[in-house]
């Protein structure tokens, strides 16, 4: 295989021979800017983004992967993955060659082991689904469609059952990654161990990942669903959810949101271009302890709508409802070291009731429990002592430009800047936002460090720069 190129040479332009070499050398299809289907194969979830490559290649296989990479290497060109569902989204530029792994659907499941092998295009429906019928689950994202490898990659916090078991990538037991040579490797805590620590919490840095194994838990249902309530109760809410939040057992993952959703008709009447709030909520023990759990929640206020039960983990999705298709946003992330009720009344300033505010989603999402605790082989997944996580969404119209609203929803986080930690995290972190320096402060100095030593050795090219990009040692920190 060859080695990736010196992009300060500048990238080999293709030629029609070239192209036709690639062609034959994969199984899956190639697109070329102009070609029927292009557009559809570089379109992710995030509507707003737009990717225009100069090559896709729909990866069917591993070896497929391993031709893709070694093509860009040839010609100097850099090397994107579009995610498989949701997830922080950058443009793709027009010299790169983008890799889509959706074809890549293979799972397999270990129920003695407890364990799951899947490929690079699976999503957490599949994984669930199947798990389900082993009587055993995996540590979900907030969607069906959300795509396993990319969340993990960035930690994987699970709406079900983070706080009781903390970040899915300390539960990985191993990877196979094409690296910048080309080359397929099976990274462990006994093979390739630089390359296993630093892919859990490094995201796509160090290679395109094609498959991957990680542990499965003996749960079947849970008591779990979202309190709806009206955006003028929101004070009463967020109060009582702070409150609640102080006390809360480790089993108890949950999440208060305030949705300023379009006026659609597929939604409830009473969220139709007003202001409610949802507070989502899901425990691990009976349905009895999860009443009395949740009881103070639904007395805050008169609720709208009340879909907590007890349901089948299948059903997790029913926790966050996050649309079912792919819409336009700009994002934007960070973590906090407390909430307090001064730090709520922040929030209501900003996009309370009364706030003339364009934001559409403001989730504010609990952390700590086993999320602040390592478990398995060690990782970079850090800022393990953050309270919470929030995130604002944007929602940007069909055909209209996302550069109009790149700074809607940064008076979010400029308001609560008294209570957010200087450190990020990888998964909070909109590609907006992911510059290098800011990038740099999801990890502690010798953790960063001995990141960069390992993308010289295994990318010093920085062919793997499309993303939440940490530059080689060699290509210092303004790379």
Do not use: C
């Not at 023990?285 to 009881?295: F, K, Q, T």
């Not at 996302?402 to 800047?417: A, D, I, K, N, P």
Request: charged share 20%.
């Amino acid at each position: 295989m060859t080695s990736a190129s010196n992009p300060l040479s500048g990238p080999r332009p293709f030629s029609p021979r070239d192209i036709r070499t690639l062609t034959v050398d994969v199984a899956g299809p190639v697109f070329l800017p102009g070609d029927n289907g292009y557009t559809e194969e570089a379109t992710g979830f995030n509507r707003a983004v737009t990717h225009r490559p100069a090559v896709i290649v729909g990866a069917a296989d591993a070896a497929d992967v391993m031709s893709a990479v070694s093509f860009a290497g040839r010609y100097g060109r850099p090397v994107a993955v579009l995610s498989t569902g949701h997830g922080p989204s950058g443009d793709v530029p027009e010299d790169a060659v983008l890799i889509t792994t959706r074809r890549m659907t293979g799972l397999s499941i270990d129920a003695g082991e407890r364990t799951v092998r899947v490929e690079a295009g699976v999503n957490w429906r599949q994984v669930v689904e199947e798990a389900a019928g082993h009587g055993l689950a995996p540590l979900v994202g907030s969607a069906a469609d959300v795509g396993v490898v990319g969340y993990t990659l960035g930690g994987g916090l699970s709406v079900t059952m983070g706080r009781a078991f903390g970040w899915a990538a300390d539960h990985v037991q191993w990877i196979d990654v094409v690296t910048a040579d080309g080359e397929l490797r099976h990274a462990s805590r006994d093979s390739e161990d630089d390359l296993f620590w630093a892919l859990r919490g490094g995201k796509s840095n160090f290679g395109v990942v094609t498959a991957m194994e990680f542990s499965l838990f003996p749960v079947t249902q849970l008591y779990a669903g979202a309190l709806y309530f009206s955006g003028d109760d929101a004070r009463e809410v967020l109060h009582a959810y702070e409150r609640f939040t102080t006390t809360a057992p480790e089993e108890v993952t949950s999440s208060v949101a305030l949705l300023r959703l379009p006026d659609l008709p597929t939604l409830p009447d009473f969220m139709r271009g007003r202001l409610t709030v949802a507070v989502r909520f899901s425990w691990l023990g009976s349905e009895a302890d999860g009443e009395g759990l949740i009881a103070p929640l639904r007395a805050a206020a008169p609720v709208l709508l009340d879909t907590v039960e007890l349901r089948p983990y299948t059903e997790f999705d029913a926790i966050s409802a996050d649309p079912p298709e792919g819409i336009g946003a700009v994002e934007h992330f960070a973590v906090l070291d407390e909430v307090s009720p001064d730090t709520i009344d922040a929030l209501l300033d900003v996009a309370g009731p009364e706030a003339d505010s364009r934001v559409n989603v403001v989730d504010l999402r609990q952390l700590g429990g086993a999320l602040s605790r390592y478990s398995g082989a060690p990782n970079v997944v850090g800022t393990r002592d953050a309270a919470f996580a929030v995130f604002a969404f944007v929602f940007v119209p069909p055909g209209e430009d996302r550069e109009e609203y790149r700074t809607v929803g940064g008076e979010v986080m400029e308001r609560l800047e008294p209570w957010l930690t200087v450190r990020k995290h990888t998964n909070f972190l909109g590609a907006n936002d992911a510059t290098t320096e800011r990038v740099r402060l999801a990890f502690d100095a010798p953790t960063y460090e001995r990141l960069q030593e390992i993308k010289a050795a295994r990318d010093p090219a920085n062919m793997f720069r499309l993303n939440h990009n940490i530059p080689p040692a060699s290509a210092g920190a303004g790379s």
